[in-house]
Structures are given as structure tokens and as C-alpha cells.
């Protein structure tokens, strides 16, 4: 039988380094490459808020759109109330495409798709408050016209019934029983005949 010989393993321990070499310091390429790859990190995530900021924007401005799209749609809108509103609602589409050179071309497409819209429809309430302030004024025109022709006609039928009235009393007074003053300013002196009345 054969005998196993065993060896005794020795186990080779190399001496740990110091501990400060034990920090692996990067290479300056390596360095360099993350602080790339940090300053686009953060311009991406600038270039998400701004875009995210300008959604935010127009989703409000939308709602102040629809708001006001359903205010004119009714019978009979207050304009001025909506005039205000649109105004509101543009200058709120106007903050939202201001920062046009970091919004991707979806969210610029959007907003301006969506600020055309409010464009025309404060156009349109713009040109109903022009004819409804037209038609006040010519109405109050025509009414002042028709005014004076009503005051004219009533002014022409009184004169036309003084007249009448003025026709038949004479044709009931009898000048004779008029007295004639022309003889008392000459001096006739009989003051028992001149009567006041």
C-alpha cells in the first residue's frame, strides 16, 4: 500500500500595503469623462424643468381656454368678463413659449397649436364687443331720432290743436263787443266804458 504523502500547504500571504495606498485614484480621461457626463445630467434635467414648467403652463391656460370657449358658447356671453379672461389666458400661453430654445419640438408644437387657438378666439371677442358697442350707439341714435321725431310730432299736433282752438274762438267772438283800445290811448277820457278784463 502505497502512503499518501500529504504535503504541508503553505500559503503564500503577500503583506497588505498601506493604507492609503489602497485607494484606487481614477486617471485624469476618467475624471474628466464623469465630470462630462455630470454637467449633461444636470443640463438635461434644467432642459425636463423647463420643459415640464412650460406644460404646467399651458394645461393651465388650456383650462382657462376651455373655460372660456364654454362662457361665449352660451346665449348671451358677458364679453367683457370674457375679454378679460382671454387676456389672462394669452398672457399665460405667452409665459408658457418663452423658453421656446429648451422645449422639445412636441411641447413647442403644443403650446403654440394651443396659443393660436386663444389668439382667435380673443380676436373674435374683440370684434363682438366692437359690433355690440356699434350697435349700442346706432340704437341709441335711432332712439334719440325717433325721440325727436315723437317730440317734433308731439309738438306739431299741439300746435296744430292751438290752432284749432284758436280758429274756433274766433269764429265765436263777435268784434263788434270787442272794445277798441286804440281810441282809449287817444285820450277819450271816459274810463266808466274801459274795462280791465
Do not use: C
Not at 308731439?154 to 263777435?174: A, G, H, W
Not at 281810441?183 to 280791465?196: I, L, Q, R, V, Y
Amino acid at each position: 500500500m502505497s502512503r499518501a504523502t500529504h504535503r504541508p500547504h503553505k500559503t503564500h500571504r503577500q503583506p497588505r500595503p498601506p493604507r492609503h495606498d489602497r485607494r484606487t485614484i481614477a486617471s485624469v480621461p476618467v475624471r474628466i469623462g464623469i465630470v462630462v457626463l455630470t454637467v449633461i445630467a444636470l443640463v438635461a434635467a434644467g432642459i425636463m424643468a423647463a420643459n415640464w414648467s412650460a406644460l404646467a403652463t399651458n394645461n393651465t391656460a388650456v383650462s382657462g381656454l376651455n373655460a372660456t370657449i364654454n362662457a361665449y358658447n352660451k346665449d348671451t356671453p358677458d364679453l367683457e368678463k370674457l375679454r378679460t379672461a382671454q387676456l389672462q389666458t394669452d398672457a399665460q400661453f405667452s409665459d408658457a413659449q418663452r423658453l421656446t430654445v429648451l422645449q422639445l419640438p412636441q411641447v413647442r408644437k403644443t403650446i403654440a397649436a394651443n396659443a393660436a387657438e386663444s389668439a382667435r378666439l380673443t380676436k373674435q371677442i374683440e370684434s363682438d364687443l366692437k359690433k355690440a358697442e356699434n350697435d349700442s350707439d346706432s340704437s341709441q341714435t335711432v332712439n334719440g331720432q325717433q325721440g325727436e321725431s315723437a317730440n317734433n310730432s308731439n309738438d306739431s299736433s299741439d300746435t296744430d290743436k292751438v290752432n284749432k282752438l284758436l280758429e274756433q274762438n274766433k269764429q265765436k267772438i263777435d268784434l263788434k263787443n270787442v272794445p277798441d283800445t286804440s281810441s282809449e290811448t287817444a285820450g277819450s277820457g271816459d274810463d266808466a266804458s274801459a274795462k280791465p278784463w
